[in-house]
């Protein structure tokens, strides 16, 4: 399966295509075929499933309980297009995506494992800040937590 994919970086959208990282593109296994499907993404992202991580997610949560089942027939229902990666790793997104998630003259592309989203950069950083917050928080009090318990 293709990924994992971590991190993030802000690149430029140009003729609505956004370039993927070469970090990510190099993660991109032969059985991807360099080709992912277009689909909705968390938020309001959009996300890159590339082929094969696409198929093995749909199996997977065909398999699940009901909840699963439902959001297997959400990722379909809003699957727009396949895209294959042109060239240096970039791929056209369809306008009225970009349009939904706000996206125009540049992009956040935000790693999540195994599939890939696209953000607007002023959303995806009042997220991230949120989620930093959380995430300090989180760990101060694992720490602490972790402490008290020693003797």
Known sequence: MSGPFIGFSENAVHNKRV??????????????QHTVVITVGPLDSIALYPLDTWNATLARLEEGDEDEQLF???????AVAEAELEGPGRIRIPERQLQEAGIKDTVVVKGEMHYI??????????KYSKDMQDSRRDYDTHRYQKKKVQP
């Not at 989203?117 to 009042?126: A, D, I, M, Q, V």
Request: net charge positive; hydrophobic share 30%.
């Open 117 to 126: 989203t696209l953000w607007n950069p002023e959303s995806y950083y009042k």
């Open 19 to 32: 370039i993927i990282p070469a970090a990510f593109k190099r993660k991109f296994t032969e059985e991807s």
């Open 72 to 78: 297997r027939t959400r990722l379909i229902d809003c």
